[in-house]
Nanobody, 124 residues
Framework: QVQLAESGGGLVQAGGSLRLSCAASGRTFSRYGMGWFRQAPGKEREFVAAINWSGGSTYYADSVKGRFTISRDNAKNTVYLQMNSLKPEDTAIYYC?????????????????WGQGTQVTVSS
């Protein structure tokens, strides 16, 4: 069982940056593939970025490629999402997710555990 807690969301102007963190409970964090998803009002939850167990492999949605960076620190049981050059269309609730497989996935159905989410609002 893994519990996830996101932090770092907030209000930022277009062009600004935010760094989201996701702290995981448990001693087996390094065995999990991790992902970030987001959900805007009235829209489906969508994939943003994912990372494998070691941090050596990452994958991004086209909409955030080149602007967002996912990373993890297994010693701290934490995964991060550095978001730069933010746009109003990035406004959403951002969720951290974990899957009981070491490799990442891009479908939300492939993840076993979810955090409560953190709100990111980008003003124009």
């Amino acid at each position: 069982q893994v519990q996830l807690a996101e932090s770092g969301g907030g209000l930022v102007q277009a062009g600004g940056s935010l760094r989201l963190s996701c702290a995981a409970s448990g001693r087996t964090f390094s065995r999990y593939g991790m992902g970030w998803f987001r959900q805007a009002p009235g829209k489906e939850r969508e994939f943003v970025a994912a990372i494998n167990w070691s941090g050596g492999s990452t994958y991004y949605a086209d909409s955030v490629k080149g602007r967002f960076t996912i990373s993890r620190d297994n010693a701290k049981n934490t995964v991060y999402l550095q978001m730069n050059s933010l746009k109003p269309e990035d406004t959403a609730i951002y969720y951290c997710a974990a899957r009981s497989v070491r490799y990442y996935a891009t479908r939300k159905e492939d993840y076993d555990y979810w955090g409560q989410g953190t709100q990111v609002t980008v003003s124009s």
